[in-house]
């Protein structure tokens, strides 16, 4: 999980997180299904409509929806604007793209929207949530680089 984030998210939120992760890692949904997954984790920019992903597993809209449902516990909607938010907040820390810049780049079109999207999962808006998590980064090198030096 990126630095920062997931001490930031929902306690709902970061055990689903952490429980997708673990899935894709561990092949242990139907192949189908972590072939969807491992694909919206790579390319979250992509078209992730239920549509192509039900495209690229050779499934139904209904039978994806089922298996996101049954496997996951979730929506494949709330899937994915989960993933695309965790990739977004990944670049707010190490990248100095804008706000709207990061937006495009996790494949959200409205940046209004993901700024909604992002404070109700993290409880920051985006600018927020980047300055704190990178103070408390910037905090902890220099308290490991004095703790080295003394």
């Known amino acids: 999980m990126a630095t920062g984030f997931s001490s930031d998210l929902s306690i709902g939120s970061t055990v689903l997180l952490e429980y997708v992760d673990q899935l894709i890692a561990k092949g242990e949904t139907?192949?189908?299904?972590?072939?969807?997954?491992k694909y919206a984790k790579c390319y979250p920019r992509a078209d992730l409509?239920?549509?192509?992903?039900?495209?690229?597993?050779n499934l139904s809209v209904w039978h994806i929806c089922r298996l996101f449902r049954?496997?996951?516990g979730?929506?494949?909607a709330r899937c994915i604007k989960l993933l695309?938010?965790?990739f977004a907040a990944d670049l707010l820390i190490k990248t100095s793209l804008s706000v709207k810049e990061v937006t495009a780049s996790v494949g959200i079109n409205d940046v209004s929207h993901f700024v909604r999207d992002?404070?109700?999962?993290?409880?920051e808006f985006p600018v927020e949530y980047r300055t704190r998590v990178r103070k408390q980064t910037a905090v902890g090198v220099l308290h490991f680089t004095?703790?080295?030096?003394?």
């Open 74 to 76: 979730i929506s494949p």
């Open 30 to 37: 139907d192949f189908r299904l972590n072939c969807a997954l």
């Open 70 to 72: 049954d496997e996951v």
């Open 146 to 150: 004095n703790a080295k030096n003394g």
């Open 118 to 123: 992002f404070k109700s999962v993290t409880g």
């Open 49 to 57: 409509s239920l549509r192509r992903l039900a495209s690229l597993t």
């Open 84 to 86: 695309r938010l965790k």
